[in-house]
Nanobody
């Protein structure tokens, strides 16, 4: 069984920063792509950023230049550094990872980020 647990969400003022973390644990052989997604109230879940096992990254246009995804393969952990936060970044943030031996996507339970003054 595999679990992904996010942490680091909270309330922050516009222009502020937060760092999200997500740790994968359980019966893990290898982790391929990892990513962050978000879902704002009343909207569909959307991709924020992804990172391959060798460190190649991809970002949604709305977060380019403000967010940075990184990972620590030794600790099965993915991070999302969020700077210059805007009210429109308010959402529940989910991490996801493609993990073997099942080679399927696993999801965390989500962490709430609220950007408000």
């Amino acid at each position: 069984q595999v679990q992904l647990v996010e942490s680091g969400g909270g309330l922050v003022q516009p222009g502020g920063s937060l760092r999200l973390s997500c740790v994968a644990s359980g019966s893990i052989a290898n982790i391929d792509n990892m990513g962050w997604y978000r879902q704002a109230s009343g909207k569909q879940r959307e991709l924020v950023a992804t990172i391959t096992s060798d460190g190649r990254t991809n970002y949604a246009d709305s977060v380019k230049g403000r967010f940075t995804i990184s990972r620590d393969n030794a600790k099965n952990t993915v991070f999302l550094q969020m700077n210059s936060l805007k009210p429109e970044d308010t959402a529940v943030y989910y991490c996801s990872a493609f993990i073997s031996p099942a080679w399927r996507w696993y999801w965390g339970q989500g962490t709430q980020v609220i950007v408000s003054s």
